[in-house]
């Protein structure tokens, strides 16, 4: 290659770049590789195996056109283009001078639509996406394109064309994963580049992966909440997958979303995104799917201010996830949507989207409010604080009849924590009063009986009354609750009962049944069927500290320690537990797998995220599964002989495929004995008796120590 000589001016624009740039006889032919050689890199395509056509961007993909604009006159003209500037910056932020709002030379009436250039891509897909359809009044409703789709939209002929009809194929069963026969769970890994669908085969101490996949994700994933679809979210969206094989069910298109929240059917899903406004504010896209189709039902965006209201506000004065709350859809309840603002709920009934009854619920000083976990109820509490004479109040609301189901007064309250049972049979109010002095508090809780006549309310103080109250927890299939509670980092675990056992009637009332003090935990972990409860210490200076308890001996199963662990995770069953330190440790990345009685099964290490897939209710009644539960030792002999069969077999095929690695071992071993054997007859032809005169010396270490100067120093005293 000829040298180029440079010139000081180019010397300096070239700086950095590799030695000889720029190549001045490169010949780009060199390096081109064959047509139909991939060079073993496999293509990033769609499942069907095609590629999808390469967009060319044309440099203005931050432009955003809106159509059917009002065409007004020219004394019109700077109030209607304040008006749009205002409302087109909401979604992003406008460049300075990115508004174009023509005009015609001749009569200087407005043309009817404007070019808007955003900051960036993202805000500019947002802005479509929020001003699409958006109706300024009766007579004009936007028409938002991207400048970019313009382009394809003209290519569209003009003569409709009847498009081939496609074959029908028929979906894969979403719940075909619970027709294993050894009843096992799933859960969903992620890890490296990885993400990765297991079944937990605890027998055999190991995982049994069903499907995995690179670079499924971009974020993170999420199983809808009856455990038939696994979510994955993109940068341009959020897909949906299930059945046998994994297949992708719908993708939704949400430019940069970043939460997504289901509804307990299944059916509808919010897709979440918040960035600031060309103000700095607070601002957000929250866009509602029905999941079968992905038709999207409605989108809420604006300012956060008007839902960052009470407990929900953050310190930047936007709302705290999830603002938006799902219920219903199950039982023969209607799919309702809420979310909180000053002095009010809404409710949105879904697949309408409209307002209930087109008016908010009206309470009065909302602070915080909390749908009922069981969604045939469409029950929700909500908080209300003082507000001058008038004192604070808890009510109980059920939907869609907006009746008030019971409520209780609160005075000289300095804050509130409510907790619902995971069945909504219960409801349990932390109530932070102050004292007369107003310098400290005191706390109780009071205890409402959600499905008993008339909703009677239990008050429950603890000896002392001044203690910091960590956690109350409730045990998900029964009237028991646990309550974490004292100072420093030994407090004390109380149980409790909303039934007093000691009576024959089972007459309500709170009774303590046992407490466990001086205890290294943090957090309260029921299994999720019930009895059992998990002591954790997570966090600093806990170092992963576990205890298994059964509540109905009150006894200590096992005792463990996962050193760093964040989180704690029961499978649906209740039968395992997953300890985790989570992606945002720097060391000790991983998790542990452990029985309910406290054994540990396996451990991984360098992961992301996991998460149990979730069960759908049974279809069992509530006595059948007690009837089960009751005769258990009846069916656990031939379960336990499966299991040992299984441990069996898990032996055989261990020292199966030790023998397999063995014997290919012993194949290569013999298939380089003729190459080394020919090698070593070659080197003694060549060098002799020479090939063997390494073995008649010694080869010894000597080590001198040769001193190169000596001084001597006076040392003052």
């Known amino acids: 290659m000829a040298n180029v000589m440079l010139t000081a001016e180019e010397q300096h624009m070239f700086e950095g770049q590799p030695k000889g740039f720029p190549f001045g006889d490169f010949d780009l032919e060199d390096v081109m590789l064959p047509e139909d050689d991939d060079m073993g890199i496999p293509s990033d395509t769609d499942d069907d195996g095609q590629e999808d056509d390469v967009q060319a961007e044309s440099g203005f993909g931050n432009v955003l056109v809106v159509d059917n604009l009002p065409k007004v006159p020219q004394e019109k003209y700077e109030k209607l283009t304040a008006i749009l500037n205002k409302i087109f910056s909401g979604p992003g932020r406008i460049r300075e001078g990115g508004l174009f709002h023509p005009q015609d030379e001749a009569s200087k009436m407005s043309k009817g639509y404007a ?8 805000q500019a897909k947002a802005a479509q996406a929020a001003l699409n359809g958006y109706q300024l009044d009766k007579a004009h409703k936007f028409a938002a394109t991207l400048y970019d789709e313009c382009d394809r939209l003209a290519k569209v002929p ?7 009809e496609r074959q029908y194929t028929p979906g894969e069963n979403l719940l075909d994963w619970l027709s294993d026969k050894r009843g096992r769970d799933q859960f969903v890994a992620r890890y490296g580049d990885e993400t990765e669908v297991c079944w937990n085969d605890a027998p055999k101490q190991q995982e049994e992966s069903v499907y995995k996949r690179s670079f499924w994700t971009e974020a993170f994933v999420e199983w809808s909440p009856r455990g038939s679809m696994l979510a994955t979210v993109h940068r341009q969206g959020v897909a949906l997958w299930g059945g046998q094989s994994f297949g992708r069910l719908m993708r939704v298109g949400h430019p940069g979303v970043q939460r997504l929240l289901f509804s307990p059917c299944e059916r509808y899903m919010l897709t979440f995104s918040e960035f600031p406004d060309n103000r700095g504010r607070p601002h957000f896209v929250a866009h509602v799917w029905e999941v079968r189709t992905g038709k999207r039902l409605r989108t809420f965006d604006g300012p956060q201010e008007e839902y960052a209201v009470g407990a929900l506000q953050r310190p930047d004065r936007g709302m705290s996830w999830p603002a938006f709350r799902w219920s219903g859809g199950v039982g023969g309840a209607p799919a309702l949507l809420a979310h909180m603002k000053k002095n009010a709920v809404s409710v949105y009934e879904a697949p309408e989207m409209v307002m209930l009854d087109k008016k908010s619920v009206k309470l009065e000083n909302v602070q915080d409010w909390e749908w009922s976990p069981n969604a045939a109820d469409n029950t929700f509490v909500a908080y209300q604080a003082e507000q001058g004479n008038l004192p604070a109040r808890v009510a109980l609301v059920h939907l869609p009849g907006r009746e008030e189901l019971r409520q209780k007064n609160l005075f000289s309250v300095a804050g509130i924590k409510m907790t619902w049972h995971p069945q909504g049979d219960y409801l349990a109010v932390q109530v932070d009063k102050w004292t007369k002095t107003k310098k400290s508090t005191t706390t109780n809780f009071e205890l409402f009986s959600i499905r008993e006549k008339d909703i009677p309310i239990d008050m429950l103080e603890l000896p002392n009354k001044s203690e910091k109250i960590m956690q109350l927890a409730w045990e998900p299939r029964g009237s028991r609750f646990a309550v974490l509670h004292g100072e420093g980092s030994r407090p004390t675990v109380s149980i409790y009962n909303m039934k007093d056992t000691k009576s024959t009637s089972g007459a309500r009332g709170v009774v303590l049944l046992h407490s466990m003090t001086n205890k290294q935990c943090t957090s309260l972990h029921w299994s999720p069927s ?19 308890w059964d509540t109905e001996e009150m006894t200590l199963l096992s005792a ?29 990345n991983g998790f542990h797998i452990w029985s ?12 992301f995220q996991l998460l149990w897939r979730p069960r759908p209710p049974s279809l069992l009644s509530e006595e059948k599964q007690r009837e089960i539960v009751k005769n258990l030792r009846k069916y656990s002999k031939r379960y336990e002989e499966e299991d040992e069969a299984l441990l069996a077999q898990a032996d055989t095929e261990f020292l199966a495929e030790r023998e397999r690695q063995l014997s290919e071992w012993r194949q290569w071993v013999e298939s380089r004995r003729a190459a080394a054997e020919a090698a070593e007859a070659f080197a003694r032809e060549q060098l002799g008796d020479r090939l063997r005169s390494h073995e008649e010396f010694t080869v010894t270490e000597v080590e001198v120590s040769v001193v190169l100067d000596v001084k001597e120093e006076a040392v003052k005293q």
């Open 115 to 122: 070019f808007v250039e955003y900051e960036s891509v993202d």
């Open 158 to 164: 003009d003569e409709y064309a009847e498009p081939e």
């Open 530 to 548: 019930g009895r059992f409860l998990l002591l954790a210490g997570l966090g600093g200076g806990h170092n992963g500290v576990l205890e298994f």
């Open 560 to 588: 463990g320690e996962h050193f760093m662990a964040q989180e704690v995770q029961w499978d649906p069953t209740g039968r395992y537990v997953a300890t985790i330190v989570n992606a945002a440790a720097a060391m000790e």
């Open 596 to 607: 309910f009685s406290g054994q540990a099964l396996t451990s991984h290490d360098r992961f």
